[in-house]
């Protein structure tokens, strides 16, 4: 399939015109569709088997809790491996996992703990099919159509949810929470189907795979040292441990306020779809009126709004409007925090950002239902409704002091080649380690400025693989100074210049235009050796202790 057709970023459905995106998106919302029918049941089901309101609001805990544990390992597979094939893997497990359920049911084995279990796994497939899913998305669509893919990808799922619910809620009260298994089970060979005949251009790297911890520190580097990405981490975490109380104690809400039963459970369901629905409908406009920061706490007030609304009343329509406004500040805040991910992130390490984003909010899910759940058993449902609106609001003064910042317009597009330089040794992949130093002759009024850039020059080499980052001055000539850092091998160094983005190109280019003379800044390549070891000789081989 011709999956890069150049196409105008027209509004919110222009990535749909790329036909192997709008495939996978097609077959995202049948296995979404599944999904949702599946929580209903699954949520019921718990609420109807056990009295406790820890039980019920660990569901949506074991859900979310593998994407904590898992996605760091599955960004690092992700980046290294074909992301097609590990979302093949994972739908497959997904399915069998599903079917497995099903049978469980069928034949009456079904407890509390088995819920939890099944749905742990079923976080388990999730934590390694989302990153691969989100890091194609880049791969697939054009960047100018990114922002729309994303927003588009998180309301393809929320979408479904103005009729899923509704849907669960009438098979589960027609037909039983069978039936609403084995179409859950058969919702997963849509996008099974899909990926398996699709095809897109993936960046292929010229080096070998990194080693798995190799790769996971790489990523970690990189992303502590964005501030871009630190701050969405952060209040992503804190946006999903305030806002999942909508989700996780809303069959408590339905069950116990508002005394309804599993339809009207899938009619509020319902509504919170479609409130997800209209902030998708409408995020293309929003985001040209105001900024990702501004949005952000658009939707923390959203859901701020919806749990209080939920926490205050006793009828059902009231409710219904609480969550079409919780279901818009839902989808409004995850999708600007994953675009803001996205473009801070470079091809070669977005994997390892977005499952690390995934984590850290997954984390925040897990950890708020779980919140959410023993204040309402230690309280009341009440309580712990209005302690979420204060978290809500709180996420949302947090951006005073951290707040998001955009990054459409950050080119961080890597060299599809590079020459690497002429050395006289004859280097091996692991030979290091390789000290590189690149020297700059600065007069004395541009000391200042020189400075400020090289502040962003060492963020910039160490999310790209530098270790050991420092500047030094000549002391018998001031106007030389002196960058220098490490990479562990010859195989790091090479990985460390594709790895260089535009940006960073454009930064090597000013500090160039600082420099006195009429030639380039002097870079010197050398490898480290051991003063202590042994050697015959005459001989001197790079390779002795790193090969």
Known sequence: MDVRKPVAATGPFAPLRNVTFRAIWLAGLISGLGWLIQTIAMSWLMATITPSSMMVALVQAATNLPAFILSIFAGAIVDNFNRRRVMLIARSLMALTAATLTVLVAVGLINPWIILFFSFLAGCCIAFNDPAWQASVGDIVDRDDLAAAVTLTSVGFNTVRSVGPALGGIILATFGPLTAFCLYTLGHFAPLIV????????????????????????????????????????????????????????????????????????????????????????????????????????????????????????????????LILGGAGWVLGWSGLSISVQWASPRWVVGRTISLYYALTSCGLAVGSWLWGMVTESYSLSVALQGSTAASLGVAILGLILPIHQRKDADVSTPNHFEAPAISLDLKPRSGPIAVKIEYRIAADKVEPFLALMLQRRRAQGRNGARRWILTRNLHDTAIWTETFRTPTWNDYLRFNYRRTAADRALDASLVDLHLGQEAPEMTLSIERPTAAPRKAGVFSPDTRHS
Do not use: H, N
């Open 195 to 322: 990926v398996w005949r699709s095809k897109w251009k993936v960046p292929v790297s010229r080096l070998p795979p990194e080693a798995m911890l190799t790769a996971i520190s790489d990523g970690v580097r990189f992303t502590s040292l964005s501030a871009e990405i630190k701050t969405a981490l952060t209040r992503g975490f804190l946006f999903g441990l305030a806002g999942i109380a909508i989700l996780a104690l809303l069959p408590l809400v339905v069950r116990d306020q508002l005394k309804l039963g599993a339809v009207a459970y899938g009619v509020l369901m319902a509504g919170f779809g479609a409130g997800a629905l209209l902030a998708g409908l409408t995020s293309t406009a929003l985001r040209r009126k105001l900024s990702d920061e501004q949005l952000l706490k658009l939707a923390c007030v959203a859901c701020a709004t919806c749990t209080i609304s939920l926490s205050l009343t006793q009828t059902a329509a009231v409710a219904v409007a609480a």
